[in-house]
């Protein structure tokens, strides 16, 4: 059980159960939906931009616990971010949950520090960045994305 | 299905777990425990000798030298087709087609016969629990010719609803393409009563074979259809081969599928002269270890008794159903009264990709996700489920092991 409680640290149960910012943004300026056919998590993450700001965020749809409280988490962690530091935190994400080394700081890895357990299960990873790669393909002005 | 309940001593379990070497390795620390039986099977010491035989001994291209190894390795191989023919009751070896697997079955009927006969403002009949192998196939062709694909489709319990595929039967009916057993569902489909029905509008049926190789003693000939298609892994063969049956007369009609070596007569830059029935389906140098190896399977499967294997798994069937109902917040998709070994369920408030994870740990492999049955899911308006699949070398303590795995999950998930 030693491995589950890693992966499933209190964070992900609690952020599954009560997904943060679980609804849709009438005032999005960009709304992409995020799809993982191989298990079949469907996610949609809505953006509020101004200027280079990210001023809010929000994300509906439906999947497995690691995807939707990665969701949950990555919503509270780039609200009012510049879109500059949402693509770095993309990359610290990114490295934290493949097991790659990274220079962050538990402290700074924050509620993200969670999903480290993650990298030792290999076939969790897409969960785990299905939203992160949504998030990042609305920035870059695309409208669905694909981890499969 | 109709068989008598196994004997211990006609049936034992623990022997037969002995002939599967994977059996006796553990995963994550734990034994494993493999449910995972409607994916692929695991393969007995007699399918993997006889591989390693073949390509130790006896490995040579068939059906072309002169040369004592390429006469042993062309009987090996043209063998199975009478091992075949017996298994389902074929009339011909020349109506045993080898090929890669069931897709590659479908799509060689729906490329050779369907380009042929099928034509814009016919209609094309599927099931709603097929998998998409069995859907995507007859889409392109329907986007080929212009045809029209209809769906019949399906109740609560996952059965079909024969009433509905009768009033989408018509003269206009060219194809009629069902699972013998559903992948995700385990129902098993009345595939005679289906394809008598289809017949008498003078549509051919296809019946994908994959889930019902494994489980029920197949008679082409009684059930009547046209098409049968199945893969060896999933009869505990290798992965790579598969046998595509058709009735003599349509396969004889039929333009070959790719063309290539071993399927012609003489070849001139003029005018090439096909080769006869099965060869003409049969383009390149097949999977010869791949095709041995199917009759290995098959041979093994008879020496056990397809009614008893059967037998032990509709009583592995009722004790999982029985202890999964007891999990209170479990509830099984699928309850035809008619089924094969498996057990698609869904958890509340847990989603089937975190059970999977879950039991994984415990050493018990299941299948989670959609099954390859997408538009089934959408039906019963679940984006996944979890799967347990069961074959011949399970046994009710793996049953226990699973329901003790979910219990963690359960635990996990508060």
């Known amino acids: 059980m030693s491995d589950l409680r890693e992966l499933y640290q209190q964070v992900i149960l609690d952020h599954n159960k009560n997904p943060r910012n679980f609804r849709e943004l009438p005032e999005a300026t960009k709304k992409v939906e995020g799809y993982n056919p191989l298990c079949g998590d469907h996610y949609t993450i809505y953006l509020d931009v101004d200027g280079d700001t990210i001023r809010d965020v929000g994300f509906t749809g439906s999947g497995c616990a690691i995807s939707k409280s990665s969701a949950s988490v990555m919503t509270q962690t780039i609200k009012g971010k510049s879109k500059e530091e ?16 990274g220079d962050t700081s538990t402290a700074e890895l924050g509620r993200l520090a969670a999903f480290s357990g993650v990298s030792e299960f290999p076939a969790r990873v897409k969960c785990a960045t299905l939203a992160w790669h949504t998030m990042r393909g609305a920035l870059e002005g695309k409208e669905v994305i694909s981890t499969e | 299905m109709t068989a008598l309940a196994p004997s211990p001593v006609m049936y034992d379990v623990e022997r037969i777990r002995r002939d599967f070497p994977i059996l006796s390795r553990s995963v994550h620390g734990k034994p494993l425990v493999y449910l995972d039986n409607a994916a692929t099977t695991q393969k007995p010491n007699a399918v993997i000798d006889r591989i390693v035989r073949y390509y130790r001994e006896e490995n040579a291209n068939v059906h072309r030298g002169v040369h004592y190894l390429s006469e042993i390795a062309t009987n090996a191989y043209e063998s199975v087709r009478t091992t075949v023919k017996k298994t389902i009751n074929a009339r011909s070896e020349k109506e ?18 369907g380009r042929k006969n099928v034509a814009a403002g016919d209609e094309i009949i599927i099931s709603a629990i097929e998998h998409h192998s069995d859907i995507v196939p007859w889409q392109m062709l329907c986007q080929a010719t212009g045809a029209t694909l209809r769906i019949i489709p399906v109740s609560d319990a996952g059965e079909l609803l024969l009433d509905e595929y009768a009033k989408l039967l018509s003269s206009r009916t060219k194809l009629v393409a069902v699972g013998h057993a559903s992948n995700a569902l385990g129902t098993i489909n009345p595939v005679k009563q289906i394809t008598e029905m289809a017949r008498a509008h003078g549509a051919i049926v296809v019946i994908d074979g994959a889930q019902g190789i494994p489980h029920l003693r197949i008679d082409v000939q009684d059930i009547d259809c046209d098409f049968y298609t199945f893969s060896a892994h999933k009869v505990y063969g290798p992965t790579g081969s598969g046998v595509l049956y058709g009735k003599e007369a349509l396969l004889e009609a039929m333009p070959p599928y790719e063309g290539g070596g071993d399927m012609i007569l003489s070849v001139s830059f003029e005018k090439t002269t096909y080769n006869a029935l099965p060869y003409k389906f049969e383009a390149g140098t097949p999977d010869i270890a791949g095709v041995i190896a199917m009759g290995a399977a098959l041979d093994y499967v008879a020496s056990i008794g397809v009614e008893n294997i059967a037998a032990h798994e509709h009583d592995l069937l009722l004790y999982a159903t029985a202890r999964l109902q007891e999990i209170d917040r479990l509830r099984i998709i699928g309850t035809a009264a008619h089924k094969a070994a498996v057990i698609s369920f869904v958890l509340e408030g847990v989603h089937p990709h975190d059970i999977g994870t879950i039991l994984d740990q415990e050493g018990i492999a299941i299948r989670t996700g959609h099954h390859c049955a997408q538009p089934l899911m959408l039906r019963y308006n679940i984006p996944a489920t979890g799967r347990a699949s069961f074959a011949m070398y399970n046994t009710r303590e793996e049953v226990d092991a699973l329901v003790a795995g979910i219990g963690k999950v359960l635990e996990v998930f508060g």
Do not use: Q
């Open chain 1, 86 to 101: 949402a693509e770095r935190l993309f990359n610290v994400f990114h490295k934290l949950v493949t097991g790659e080394p």
């Open chain 2, 96 to 113: 045993i087609v080898f090929t890669g697997g069931t897709t590659e079955g479908i799509n060689l009927v729906a490329y050779a016969w």
